[in-house]
Structures are given as structure tokens and as C-alpha cells.
């Protein structure tokens, strides 16, 4: 064979065999460990969700306020508090290109606040009622219905410290879950002033330093940075400590009892189905006086329930963040992905939706 012939068939096995060689597999990118992916058959749920806090949002008369998702971080390091979880271990925050310190929110509330001062909206008729729902982030620990990616619905109310204020939006809140076709209860509580709070902080930590050697190693921590936390751990032998600790309602000043008391009338009048848990607080720090939870009211197969949403009065809050001395707040947020999850697992009976 001629050697330019030969050199030919030789280049073309070589061809051939590099044609069969197999293709280095493509990796594919993996979703983020605690974020999640909604799919089209969850949809529907989503959409009826939306619309029916949408619809309970315009019966009310309540304004819709979408604000970013990036905020500059001390917002939410003066509003919800330093020494907090969320602030100290969860929350996302990053330095821009231009040297910005900002953080994704980890809650809305502190966004509001920050609203209604910029746009001069204390200058307006008062009370201001707004609303909105959208992403919120928090590196936490994912695990069943806590994701790193989550989202919620608020509902704010600026301008009034009446106590009608703190049960209507919970009328609301249980408004819209009747809406929704769940069962649902709240559970109640008031904290008082943050001076109060600070004499109730000595006695509970004076309590829980006498029995630390029953609790966890996370509560240790919280006996030093954020007492009141105490009062939240899930662990058994925490809730056994727990239920001879001090309470607050013992610590509450007079303005605070009348105050409370006039919200419970209220829900009583309107028939809002409530239990009163002296243990309850809340996570961040601004809040003030009543607070509350709404927890579905159906047994839960012996798990331990967590909470679909809660809120309560914040009345230094706007104060806090340069706003006019003296203006009240009260507002609750709840999980979406909660809710749904509960309407999936009841196998509530979603509305067919009409082209």
C-alpha cells in the first residue's frame, strides 16, 4: 500500500476512535442546602394562599407596601438586636463592591419601620395599615418547614396604641386561616415595658442560674446574652425548668395590665378562640407589652408544633430608628411554606381556579 494511502487510513482510525470515546459527563449545579425549589403542582396551594390574604388585606383596608429584600445591615442590627440568633448567627450579610454593609432581611417588620419614616408617612391620617409578603433569609439549621429561603406575610398597623388595635389584627390573622379552612388558636401573652422586662431579666436569671445544671448547653449560652430566650428552648428537660420559672404577668405594670386586659376583653367579645401562655415572648427585641402565636388548633400526632406565624405591639420601635418619639406599632408576620404545608397535610379542599 502506498504510504500516503496508509498514512490516510491510519488518520482515519484515529478519527474513529476518538469519536468513540465517551464524553466527560456534564456535572449538574445541586440546589443550596436549605432552599428549595416550588414545583407546579404545589401552585395551586400557593395561589390560594395569596389570594385570600390579598382578599383579607382589602376587607381590612390595609395598603400593600413591597419593600427590598437588601437592606442596609444596622437596620436590622438596631431593630431586632445584637445579640440575638438572627443577627449573630443567621443572618446573611456581605459587603458591597462600593463598600456598602448590607444584609438580606431576615424579617420585614424593622423594613416597614424604616418606610414609613423615609416617606413621611407620620404625617398621614393615623393609624397607617399596611401589608405585604415576599422572601425573607435566615442561615438557620434546615430541618421540616424551616428553610434558608422562606417566606411570609405581614400585616403592620402604625400610629395607634389603643388595645383594639392588638386584637383586631389578630381577628384578622384569624380571619384569614377560617378563610383558608384551618383551625387555628392563639396563644397570648403581654411583656410589658422594657423596664419591667429588665427587673422580670434579674429574677429569671437568678432562677435559672440556681437549676443550670439542668438545662442545655444553648441555654447556658442565652443565660448570658439574651435571658428571655430561656423561655423558648424545646428541649424536655428545659420545659420541665421552664414551668417553675418566674412570670412576667407578675412583673407587669399597671398602664401594662390594663392594657392587656382590654385586649383579652376584646377577643373574648369577638369570640377569637385564645389561651394565655405566661411563658410566651418573642425573638427580637423590639417588641413591647402584648405579644402573641397562632398555633393550629388540631392535635398534631404527638409532635411538637411549631408555630404558623406571631406578632405583637412594638411600640419603640420607629423611635429606635430616628422616627417621632412616641409612635406606636403593631404588627404580626406568618411562614407561608407553614401554611401550606398544613393545608397539604389536612388536605384542605383548594378552590378550582376559573380561566
Known amino acids: 500500500m502506498p504510504k500516503k494511502a496508509e498514512d490516510k487510513k491510519t488518520k482515519e482510525e484515529t478519527e474513529d476512535k476518538q469519536e468513540e470515546k465517551p464524553k466527560k459527563r456534564i456535572k449538574t449545579p445541586e440546589l443550596l442546602r436549605g432552599f428549595r425549589d416550588l414545583l407546579p403542582e404545589e401552585q395551586p396551594y400557593w395561589d390560594f394562599l395569596r389570594s385570600t390574604v390579598r382578599g383579607i388585606a382589602d376587607s381590612y383596608s390595609f395598603q400593600r407596601l413591597v419593600t427590598p429584600v437588601i437592606e442596609d445591615k444596622d437596620l436590622f442590627i438596631r431593630t431586632v438586636g445584637k445579640q440575638t440568633d438572627i443577627v449573630e448567627k443567621e443572618m446573611y450579610q456581605f459587603e458591597t463592591p462600593g463598600g456598602e454593609k448590607v444584609a438580606l432581611r431576615p424579617e420585614m ?153 382590654q385586649v383579652l376583653e376584646f377577643l373574648d367579645e369577638i369570640e377569637v378562640p385564645y389561651v394565655l401562655n405566661p411563658h410566651l415572648v418573642r425573638g427580637l427585641d423590639y417588641y413591647n407589652r402584648t405579644v402573641f402565636e397562632v398555633y393550629l388548633a388540631k392535635e398534631d400526632n404527638g409532635r411538637s408544633q411549631s408555630a404558623l406565624g406571631g406578632g405583637g405591639r412594638y411600640d419603640g420601635l420607629i423611635e429606635l430608628l430616628g422616627g417621632r418619639e412616641g409612635t406606636p406599632g403593631c404588627g404580626f408576620a406568618v411562614g407561608m411554606e407553614r401554611v401550606v404545608a398544613a393545608l397539604r397535610e389536612q388536605e384542605v379542599s383548594i378552590p378550582v381556579r376559573r380561566p
Open 109 to 261: 417588620t424593622a423594613s416597614f419601620a424604616r418606610a414609613y419614616i423615609n416617606h413621611g408617612m407620620l404625617d398621614r391620617p393615623q393609624p397607617v395599615k399596611l401589608w405585604d409578603m415576599g422572601p425573607l433569609f435566615r442561615h438557620d439549621r434546615p430541618q421540616a418547614g424551616r428553610y434558608r429561603q422562606f417566606n411570609q406575610f405581614n400585616f403592620e398597623v402604625f400610629g395607634s396604641e389603643e388595645p383594639i388595635i392588638d386584637a383586631q389584627l389578630m381577628v384578622l390573622l384569624h380571619s384569614i386561616f377560617k378563610e383558608l379552612g384551618l383551625d387555628v388558636v392563639m396563644q397570648v401573652n403581654s411583656i410589658g415595658t422594657p423596664q419591667t422586662r429588665q427587673e422580670y431579666k434579674v429574677e429569671l436569671v437568678a432562677y435559672y442560674r440556681s437549676n443550670r445544671a439542668r438545662i442545655c448547653d444553648e441555654c447556658k449560652r442565652r443565660l448570658q446574652k439574651n435571658p428571655l430566650r430561656l423561655l423558648d428552648c424545646k428541649e424536655e428537660g428545659c420545659q420541665e425548668v421552664r414551668a417553675e420559672a418566674p412570670m412576667i404577668v407578675d412583673w407587669l405594670d399597671e398602664d401594662s395590665k390594663n392594657h392587656f386586659m
